[in-house]
Nanobody, 117 residues
Framework: QVQLVESGGGLVQPEGSLRLSCTAS????????MGWHRQATGEDRDLVAR???????TYADSVSGRFTIATNNAKNTVYLQMNNLKPEDTAVYYC???????????WGQGTQVTVSS
């Protein structure tokens, strides 16, 4: 199995920045895709950003140009740099990783991001 541990959430003022990190450990050493979803209170869980093993990235329209996703060289840690944060970015952010070898997706426990003055 694979465990994903997120860090970096918290309270930030509008136009501020936060960096989320998610490190994977366990039976998979690398992943076909990693990324982040988020879920605001009363809303569905939606994709924020995804990065594939070849480096290609996908972003939700609402965060494009403000958020940047990246992985480390070992491709077992995924980062989400969030700039120019807005109150509507407030949500629980969940890390995910897809292992082709294990044939399934894994999820972290979530980290709260609150954007408020």
């Amino acid at each position: 199995q694979v465990q994903l541990v997120e860090s970096g959430g918290g309270l930030v003022q509008p136009e501020g920045s936060l960096r989320l990190s998610c490190t994977a450990s366990g039976s998979a050493s690398s992943f076909y895709a990693m990324g982040w979803h988020r879920q605001a209170t009363g809303e569905d869980r939606d994709l924020v950003a995804r990065i594939w093993s070849n480096g290609l990235t996908t972003y939700a329209d609402s965060v494009s140009g403000r958020f940047t996703i990246a992985t480390n060289n070992a491709k077992n840690t995924v980062y989400l740099q969030m700039n120019n944060l807005k109150p509507e970015d407030t949500a629980v952010y969940y890390c995910f990783a897809y292992s082709a070898g294990l044939g399934r997706e894994f999820w972290g426990q979530g980290t709260q991001v609150t954007v408020s003055s």
